[in-house]
C-alpha cells in the first residue's frame, strides 16, 4: 500500500544579504530534510521552516544584546 503524504504549506521568505565575509546562504534542517537556502532572494519553504528561521534570528540577536549589555556593565 503506498503512503499519502500529507501537502505541506509553504510560505516565500527572503533572508537579508550577507554581510562581507559570511556565507550567502543558511542551512537549516526540519524533519531529517537539510535546506539551504540562498540569502537576497525570494524562496519558497515549509511555514515550519520559516518559523524555525525566524526563531534563530531571534535568538542571535538576544545574544547579540545580552553581550553588548555585559560590555556595557
Known amino acids: 500500500m503506498?503512503?499519502?503524504?500529507?501537502?505541506?504549506?509553504?510560505?516565500?521568505?527572503?533572508l537579508p544579504r550577507a554581510e562581507k565575509g559570511e556565507n550567502n546562504f543558511i542551512t537549516a534542517s526540519l524533519n531529517g530534510k537539510v535546506y539551504q537556502i540562498k540569502r537576497g532572494i525570494p524562496v519558497t519553504v515549509p511555514v515550519a521552516l520559516a518559523?524555525?528561521?525566524k526563531h534563530s534570528e531571534e535568538a542571535k540577536d538576544a545574544a547579540i544584546d545580552y553581550i553588548d549589555n555585559r560590555k556595557s556593565e
Open 51 to 53: 518559523e524555525i528561521i
Open 2 to 14: 503506498a503512503e499519502k503524504k500529507e501537502a505541506v504549506k509553504e510560505v516565500e521568505i527572503k
